[in-house]
């Protein structure tokens, strides 16, 4: 009885430390990758501020090829809607253009199962060329396990995020100018 006493209190105070440092953790989470695109801003910026080619240079899109797709809203630029339902892979959620400035800025906001993010793309002119900066954020609030998450984010979607800035590269590289 006394052991059982011992490690109860052990897992309590373990518990407990695992709740007081996921608050000490950061409230929110940033990555970002970035990748110079060898064609103008008002290309780069065509491609990203609408969903229709998004799964040819998307990350995700080869996780699950047989994921639902549908569109709403305009086809471009602030209103422009995408959801989707897929596999355990890529789950069901949306993304929305929610601010669009000419080939400089586009800023999406995320839904995954309720969870709410944003993605922003940064377009800057580089001679002929384009820097482009992919970047995600999100906050935690006062969820000790997501601010424990969040370490992870840098590994998880930052992998992805150069995946998929290497294949629009591609995409864009490759179409006649």
Do not use: C
């Not at 994921?67 to 422009?80: D, I, K, L, N, R």
Request: glycine letters at 10%.
């Amino acid at each position: 009885m006394k052991l059982l006493k011992w490690l109860l209190g052990i897992l309590l105070l373990l518990g407990l430390l695992l709740v007081a440092g996921g608050l000490l953790l950061p409230a929110s989470t940033h990555v970002e990758r970035t990748t110079v695109i060898e064609r103008p801003p008002a290309e780069v910026f065509a491609v990203l501020d609408s969903f229709q080619r998004f799964n040819q240079w998307s990350p995700w899109a080869e996780y699950d090829p047989d994921a639902a797709y549908t569109f709403e809203g305009p086809s471009h630029g602030v209103g422009a809607k995408m959801s989707w339902v897929g596999d355990r892979s890529v789950g069901s959620g949306s993304q929305t253009i929610r601010e669009s400035v000419p080939h400089s800025r586009i800023v999406v906001a995320l839904e995954f199962g309720g969870d709410a993010s944003t993605a922003s793309y940064a377009l800057v002119p580089e001679g002929s060329a384009t820097r482009l900066t992919w970047s995600f954020d999100t906050e935690h609030g006062f969820n000790p396990f997501a601010r424990w998450m969040g370490l992870l984010f840098e590994k998880m979607v930052g992998g992805d995020y150069e995946k998929g800035l290497a294949k629009l590269k591609a995409l864009l590289e490759s179409e006649p100018r």
